[in-house]
């Protein structure tokens, strides 16, 4: 930040728009460092600005180097350039001012007051700005007036009333005609939002991808949808990036000899096995009636989001009856087939959950699909219906498979009650846990690539 | 060197290269700020010809370095031509008896020994590969180093210091400055993420596939058999397509391909029944063209 600070009292005020939005897109979590500003700085001198297109590329191309933040960055853009005006001469957007403190206050006026509001912004925590506009205002002002750099404004703002108001000018210097007052609030108010914009995108994310599953209201699944489609693209290729930095195994001999007879067999290059990448199977059991059809939404999406990252995922749903739904992924995108297995009647909804039912019919129709690669996943609350709990299938199906998980999106201190049997199957398991939100999916989903085999 | 972006645009047109005005700003800042720019976008919507195109508008060599797993710097950088090297210790060993000879101590045949010039790591044996090819040109050259997702993470290193700073240091020899510093040129296909490092050193570009507008100009450019009518009509299908849930969509390079199939069909409008015979042009997987078989009332219109 005290970089910008520099910069800024240096070069001429316009360049401040722009260490203004790179600040946005970093608090809107796009990851940025001082060479991507630098080449910002570099670049714009060689463009035209009025150009909107040419401007906004030349932003995105120095400032955005990872292309899942392409949204984000356009989503910025569009808000912090376009909302100050309807018009589209982007020049005109940071050059010239049409609200009401432009009538008011001379340019030098402007920028000096703007850079005693920044102070302002950030000498106060950020708790102190929830008070009202009116309130917080006032208080700016009271700190011009008393600051050694506020006193030459403070003089001609004062000064200023005498063009607008009809007093004569021996009334109380302290009073500010109301024209000013807004004035003032309306630029404060501005450079408040500017400031929290970025921000606010972020938190947005942070909101929704911590926020219980089973509280998301509709229009928030909606938007996490595209939240999980980007977040998933990281996370794959965060993953990939890990798995080929163990790749390189121990010398492979053979290949080393031969390659080598070259040169008489002295052994100028030397070759590497190359180590199996370790990508594990999988296979998805989702609840998917109706207490935890939500988390079972969110972990198919995921799990075929990454599906590149696993040998193998087969994807099964069921609630008193089990059915392989993996096929119907590998025929539409994630989206339909999640809505089609909703509509299938196979499940007999209403009847409630049968685990016991369920895991029987794995092991009869599907137990193929387990070997001693596979890694089972459960997602469900144990909640039987006080039916017969199929414990005999199960083990079948942990001891058939390397590692059995169970994600169960009840809180832990609730995992036993009422019809839910959680501890019944929890001696059997790899691990139960808890996942409330889709952090915690993903965080799991993590954790299988990081294992020792 | 282009002039202005509006030349950008011009200069790759007369290569046959239709560039947005995205493309064309990141390519004109790259040339004139120096630095190397990474490409990302799906297969096929022309970020190797990019490059290409590049390099013939400004006459500049193309040099290619094609990555894949296991590329190392002996094939990217520079290798020593070792079976040369083992020729010149043998010359040396018949040499050596001769040199010495009127020596007297081991001492004297040391410091008469260290007198002589050592060429075992010189550039006489040394092999240039692509990019200290570039780096050492006389003339100025476009390095295309294509796909970079596909080779592993620690080639990504070698290239960091070219990229940042037009040279290569060669421990036996010492840094190799650029001449001429080279345009470089990244493609990726997203298989897997670039290192922070590296994409603070590029520029970065995204291609999507095109606007229709955009597309159709491409098209009319390679493809002038095709009438204009014809080639709006598959323009037209083939954004419809690309919003139905493919596995692949069909790119740029396959608008072209089945452009010129039509137009050697005699195609003057584009029916539905010719469009599923020909499916196969745009459609690599059966399954989508099913998926487009099924849904051709509402993707053509006759």
């Known amino acids: 930040m005290l970089y910008d600070k520099a910069f800024i009292s240096e070069e001429d005020k316009a360049k401040g728009v722009f260490f203004e939005f790179a600040e946005v897109l970093k608090k809107a979590g796009v990851n940025l460092s001082i060479v991507e500003i ?83 912004l950030d000498s106060h925590p950020q708790s102190f700005f929830k008070k009202s506009n009116e309130y917080l205002t006032k208080i700016l002002i009271d700190e011009i007036q008393s600051s050694e750099a506020g006193g030459a404004i403070g003089l001609s703002l004062f000064n200023r009333r005498s063009r607008y108001a009809s007093g004569s000018s021996d009334d109380s210097i302290q009073e500010l005609s109301p024209q000013v007052f807004e004035a003032i609030m309306g630029l404060l108010r501005r450079r408040m939002f500017e400031r929290n914009m970025g921000s606010a995108i972020k938190q947005r994310e942070d909101y929704l991808l911590n926020k219980y599953i089973y509280q998301l209201k509709p229009d928030e699944i909606k938007e996490m949808r595209e939240l999980i489609k980007r ?142 690669k596979t890694t089972v996943l459960i997602l469900g609350d144990a909640r039987n219906n006080n039916q017969d709990p199929g414990l005999d299938s ?60 | 060197m282009f002039s202005s972006i509006k030349d950008t645009i011009q200069g790759l047109e007369k290569q046959k290269y239709i560039c947005s005005k995205e493309i064309a700003t990141t390519i004109y800042l790259a040339l004139k700020m120096e630095k190397p720019v990474l490409v990302e976008g799906p297969a096929g919507v022309g970020k190797t010809d990019l490059g290409k195109c590049i390099a013939q508008a400004l006459g500049y060599e193309l040099i290619r ?23 010149y210790t043998q010359i040396l060993k018949d ?79 010492g840094t190799i400055t650029a001449n001429k510093k080279p345009f470089v040129l990244l493609t990726s296909n997203n298989a897997r993420e670039m290192s922070d490092a590296l994409k603070r050193r590029c520029l970065h570009l995204y291609i999507d596939y095109p606007t229709k507008e955009l597309e159709e100009q491409i098209v009319k450019l390679k493809v002038p058999e095709c009438g204009n009518y014809l080639i709006k009509e598959i323009i037209n299908t083939i954004h419809e397509i690309r919003k139905l849930p493919l596995k692949k969509d069909p790119s740029i390079s396959e608008t072209l391909d089945w452009a010129k199939a039509l137009a050697l069909l005699g195609c003057e409008v584009l029916n539905r029944d010719i469009a599923i015979d020909t499916l196969n042009f745009i459609l690599k997987y059966e399954k989508d063209i099913e998926l487009v078989k099924k849904n051709i009332y509402t993707i053509i219109v006759h």
């Open chain 2, 95 to 173: 040499k050596l008896s001769k040199i010495l000879e009127d020596q007297a101590t081991l001492k004297d045949a040391v410091n008469k020994l260290s007198t002589e010039e050592d060429v075992f790591f010189s550039e006489k044996f040394l092999v240039a590969r692509p990019i200290l090819k570039a780096i050492t040109n006389e003339t100025p050259s476009v390095l295309l180093i294509d796909e970079i997702d596909k080779s592993d993470s620690e080639f990504e290193a070698f290239l960091l210091e070219v990229l940042s700073d037009f040279q290569v240091t060669i421990p036996e020899i």
């Open chain 1, 38 to 120: 630098m080449d910002m700085m570099q670049a714009l001198p060689l463009i035209s600005i009025a150009e909107k297109e040419i401007f906004k590329q030349t932003l995105a191309t120095t400032l955005v180097k990872d292309y899942t933040d392409i949204p984000i960055f356009n989503q910025c853009f569009e808000e912090f350039f376009q909302r100050k005006k309807g018009n589209d001469s982007l020049l005109e957007v940071y050059t010239s001012h049409t609200n009401a403190e432009d009538f008011i206050f001379s340019q030098e006026e402007k920028s000096l007051l703007e850079s005693l509001i920044d102070d302002f």
């Open chain 1, 394 to 453: 199960f083990i079948k199906i942990k001891e058939r498979s390397r590692n059995i998980y169970w994600l169960n999106p009840d809180r832990k201190h609730l995992w036993d009650w009422s019809d839910s049997i959680a501890s019944l199957y929890i001696p059997h398991c790899t691990e139960m846990r808890e996942v409330k939100n889709f952090l915690d999916l993903s965080h799991f989903i993590d954790t299988l690539f990081i294992q020792k085999r």
């Open chain 1, 231 to 372: 977040f998933g693209q990281k996370m794959k290729n965060r993953i990939s990036l890990r798995k080929k930095r163990v790749k390189r195994g121990s010398i492979d001999i053979k290949r080393t000899l031969r390659r080598n007879l070259q040169y008489g067999g002295v052994p100028f290059k030397i070759f590497h096995r190359d180590r199996k990448v370790d990508r594990p199977q999988l296979v998805v059991m989702c609840d998917i009636s109706s207490s935890v059809n939500q988390y079972s939404r969110f972990m198919l999406l995921l799990t075929y989001t990454l599906q590149s990252l696993f040998a193998k995922v087969r994807s099964f749903a069921f609630i008193s009856n089990l059915v392989e739904i993996t096929d119907l992924f590998r025929e539409m995108d994630p989206e339909r087939a999640l809505n089609s297995i909703f509509n299938d009647t196979n499940f007999t909804y209403g009847w409630g959950s049968n685990y016991g039912n369920s895991f029987n019919q794995f092991i009869q129709n599907y137990s193929d699909a387990l070997t001693s």
């Open chain 2, 65 to 87: 370095l094609q990555c894949y797993e296991g590329l190392d710097e002996a094939k990217a950088l520079y290798e020593w031509e070792y079976a040369k090297q083992l020729l």
